[in-house]
């Protein structure tokens, strides 16, 4: 079974406005964290923000938040106010255990800001 | 935060030949540098963690002899790709934790190494 999945594989929204990008997982471990990326064209992975599994808040980073519903194993990403330079691939991820070592990535949603 | 860099950024190569690839944390002593493959719209796939003064751990369905990775210091890991074929031209990415991050799950992706075997 997949670990990290992404539905969407591209998205569109308008300049300002807010968006959700979509991630599911699976796993048996009661400690795990769950990371999103971004992937702009020139190809470095930015960090996002991060979410472990005994949070009880949701994270939030600027304009990022994480929409974490445990009970549905969904680690949603939402974006406000949209930017030109919000568009890029995003990488859902997850480590699992109580360590920090292996991540897992999603397959990606492209996600294009439309001015 | 937190800088790795990657040299080279791009490199061609002939079929048969063998490519090193450097990944260097510039700013800290990262003990554990991980590898990471990337095809053309697909996800980063974790080829090996590397760890500093030992061997590395490779992912199941890695080739160790034909990507080898060495961790000699606190700040440098190496992937050579021997005997390169054209099957072996990807993005290749590598990550870095920093031990004194606050934030421990964090790695510092460097920019990538584009990949083409002729």
């Known amino acids: 079974a997949q670990k990290i999945t992404q539905t969407q594989p591209g998205m569109f929204v308008q300049e300002k406005e807010a968006v959700t990008l979509d991630c599911t997982y699976d796993t048996s471990d009661q400690s795990y964290g769950l990371f999103w990326y971004k992937q702009p064209s020139s190809g470095e992975m930015i960090f996002l923000i991060y979410?472990?599994?005994?949070?009880?808040q949701n994270a939030t980073e600027g304009r990022y938040s994480l929409n974490f519903q445990k009970a549905r194993k969904s680690a949603n990403l939402v974006i406000s106010a949209s930017q030109l330079g919000d568009s890029a691939m995003y990488f859902c991820a997850m480590r699992e255990g109580g360590g920090y070592q292996k991540v897992t990535f999603g397959i990606g949603t492209k996600l294009q800001v439309i001015p | 935060g937190a800088v790795v860099s990657q040299h080279p950024s791009r490199v061609i190569c002939k079929s048969g030949t063998s490519v090193k690839i450097e990944c260097r944390s510039l700013?800290?002593?990262?003990?554990?540098m991980f590898w990471y493959r990337q095809f053309p719209k697909k996800s980063l796939m974790l080829m090996a963690t590397s760890n500093e003064g030992s061997k590395a751990t490779y992912e199941q369905g890695v080739e160790k002899d034909k990507f080898l990775i060495n961790h000699a210091s606190l700040t440098l890991s190496t992937l050579t790709v021997t005997s390169a074929h054209p099957e072996d031209s990807s993005f290749y990415i590598c990550?870095?934790?920093?031990?004194?991050?606050?934030?421990?799950?964090?790695?510092?992706f460097g920019p990538g190494t584009r990949l083409t075997v002729t």
């Open positions: 700013d800290f002593q990262a003990t554990t």
């Open positions: 979410q472990g599994s005994y949070d009880e």
């Open positions: 990550s870095a934790r920093d031990p004194q991050n606050v934030r421990p799950y964090e790695q510092y």
